[in-house]
């Protein structure tokens, strides 16, 4: 990857896109540096419930086919992302009430004792540090 200034998962959203538009990264080559520090970090901070390795990587291999090709979708195109998992990602799961949790409270990467009251900090928990 072309800077050398911080890890991707430290920079911003307008950051990665312009290294994905530049060519400095691949969607593909972030992705999987993503979904690798969510599958090692993840489980210690029930950050996840489903991490579809495949379809983002699929998802991911078709952004960076199109960026290659010179068509852009928007600023977001390659950017890979989560969803939280009150949706019904796949197999029927989602939550069926928002206090619900399939793994457990999020666990508060800067201090382990303390958990995160929602669901919308569980997916930046792995990336804040």
Not at 35 to 43: C, F, N, S
Request: net charge positive.
């Amino acid at each position: 990857m072309g800077n050398p200034m911080a890890p991707p998962v430290f920079l911003s959203v307008r950051t990665l896109g312009e290294l994905l538009r530049s060519r400095q990264v691949s969607p593909v080559e972030l992705t999987t540096i993503f979904l690798d520090r969510l599958e090692a970090r993840g489980p210690t901070y029930n950050a996840v419930v489903t991490l579809p390795r495949d379809l983002a990587l699929g998802q991911a291999r078709a952004a960076e086919t199109e960026l290659r090709a010179g068509r852009s979708r928007g600023p977001l195109h390659g950017i890979p992302y989560g969803a939280k998992d009150v949706l019904a990602t796949g197999g029927g799961m989602g939550y069926r009430q928002p206090a619900a949790s399939f793994t457990g409270p999020g666990i508060n990467s800067w201090d382990p004792t303390r958990c995160f009251g929602g669901l919308s900090c569980l997916s930046g928990s792995c990336g804040i540090r």
